[in-house]
């Protein structure tokens, strides 16, 4: 039967290659999930070939491994596909949980905690470990049981809230989950001959593996492809909390052809003109201006060959908040400043416009008026010219008043002389 163990282990390993090829977001857990399968289905070829009770009990640990980890690991892929957001701290806990109740398997053979008794013997070329259970393997049960729960209280609530999931795939995670416990209890109570565990083992993989990539293949907002066609168009240049130079991108070194010749390591000495005007003083002036707890941006401006561009500094924090270094992001907005010229050009000029024809309109206006008093007065010519007399004396009068400084607005004083 070693070669269905075998068997299980190259199809491990071999989803675990198609993963680190064809994975675009590089899922953290489904990495973690598949090396642990990996070991759990190596630990269950070493036990085929195990020869004595110490083989048998040191390969059983290993395959707990899988035991202890999968269950918490395929949790946290439901939560994934949910899109249920999960603390680090939570998940911290209860990796250190997972690592205490594998440490109490590990007792095995040394007392009767784990295992009351063991023993080791070999049937028709197949292996046996009968054991007694101890106290603590109560533990590692509640811890899978609860695991399970947790997976199916996620699912619920992803279906109860509606939450953006494929319900197919979380039918199916769900559905192999539980098809995994019963094949657990069949295989460690009834067929004993055979342990499928590790086929299960690699049909959890396979199915994470499907569900979570194509959740991630048609996520918009982490799409890889979208991510790095985005971010080509901006340039990043990296460093630690001492301004010492970490690296740039391609883009960066496009717009400061200089940075190829900065060493990784070792403060920018070489850096000049905008460089070092427009980046290098403001990460010293940032530096030197926030607590390290700040995540505030600072914004510059700058211009080379022609092209403006948007310099804004990211402070990178830590886990504890910590500034450990300062990301510069570079973004060309020539156009966008390009447009703004244009615009205010544009208001400027309509404003001359409105003005000039607003001038025209006045100067009609006073000619019509004037017109009219004309017309007024050529039918009395005993009165002649007394209203464009009265006119003239007002505009002298508010002449006088507005060069007098008393207070008089200007506007008020031409409104007067129109009315007289």
């Not at 905690?113 to 007694?132: P, Q, T």
């Not at 966008?336 to 309509?350: I, T």
Request: net charge neutral.
């Amino acid at each position: 039967m070693i070669w269905f163990y075998i068997l299980s282990l190259v199809i491990a390993l071999g989803l675990f290659l198609f993963q680190i090829i064809f994975d675009k977001r590089r899922s953290v857990i489904q990495y973690v999930l598949i090396i642990g399968i990996i070991i759990a289905n190596g630990g269950y070829v070493a036990f085929a070939a195990s020869q004595n009770l110490s083989e048998a009990l040191l390969a059983t640990k290993i395959t707990y491994i899988g035991g202890c980890f999968v269950p918490l690991l395929y949790c946290l892929t439901i939560c994934e596909v949910c899109h249920i957001r999960i603390p680090k701290k939570v998940k911290c806990t209860l990796y250190a949980v997972q690592s205490v109740i594998f440490a109490m398997v590990c007792t095995a053979g040394y007392g009767p905690l784990y295992y009351r008794k063991a023993e080791f013997h070999m049937e028709n070329g197949i292996r046996h470990l009968d054991k007694v259970y101890g106290p603590l393997h109560m533990v590692f049960t509640v811890s899978v049981f609860s695991y399970g729960l947790l997976a199916l209280a996620a699912a619920i609530y992803a279906r109860k809230t509606e939450r953006p999931v494929d319900r197919k795939s979380l039918r199916l995670l769900v559905y192999i989950f539980a098809l995994a416990a019963i094949v657990y209890e069949i295989n460690t109570k009834v067929l004993t001959d055979v342990i499928v565990i590790p086929m299960v083992y690699t049909a959890m993989c396979i199915v994470s593996m499907h569900c979570v990539n194509r959740a991630n293949f048609f996520t918009v907002e982490e799409n890889k492809d979208i991510v790095d066609k985005h971010l080509g168009k901006f340039g990043f240049i990296t460093f630690d909390e001492k301004l010492r130079y970490m690296g740039c991108n391609e883009k960066a070194e496009h717009i400061f052809p200089e940075l190829k010749k900065f060493r990784i390591g070792h403060f920018p000495k070489d850096a000049g003109g905008e460089l070092r005007n427009s980046i290098i003083e403001v990460l010293y002036h940032s530096k030197h201006s926030q607590s390290d707890g700040s995540t505030e941006n600072r914004v510059s401006t700058f211009v080379i060959d022609g092209r403006t561009y948007d310099c804004v500094i990211h402070p990178l924090l830590n886990f504890r908040n910590v500034c450990k270094g300062y990301t510069v992001e570079l973004k060309d907005e020539t156009e966008h400043y390009n447009a703004l010229e244009l615009s205010d050009n544009f208001n400027h000029k309509l404003a001359e416009e409105v003005e000039e024809k607003t001038g025209r309109i006045m100067e009609i206006q006073q000619k019509t008026i004037l017109g009219m008093a004309q017309m007024v007065e050529s039918r009395d010519l005993s009165t002649g010219g007394h209203i464009k007399r009265t006119s003239e004396v007002v505009r002298i009068f508010s002449e006088k008043l507005l060069k007098s400084d008393m207070g008089f607005d200007p506007a008020f004083l031409e409104c007067v002389i129109r009315s007289a």
